[in-house]
């Protein structure tokens, strides 16, 4: 999966870039508080993906 396509779907979702680490981007759910980290990779695999919204208690994205 994309890695913008990801991004997109964070952003729709509420969730917002919490800041820039070394190699990932930290991003926050404001309204449950909760932190995940997202590589920085072109292509994330499809379960990290999944991963990384579950964590972020929002809908999993299609395709994901």
Avoid: Y
């Amino acid at each position: 999966m994309k890695r913008e396509a990801l991004l997109s779907h964070l952003t729709d979702s509420g969730c917002c870039l919490e800041r820039e680490g070394a190699s990932h981007s930290i991003w926050k759910n404001p309204s449950t508080g909760e932190i995940q980290a997202v590589p920085r990779h072109r292509e994330v695999k499809k379960f990290t993906a999944r991963s990384i919204c579950r964590k972020l208690a929002i809908p999993v994205l299609k395709g994901a």
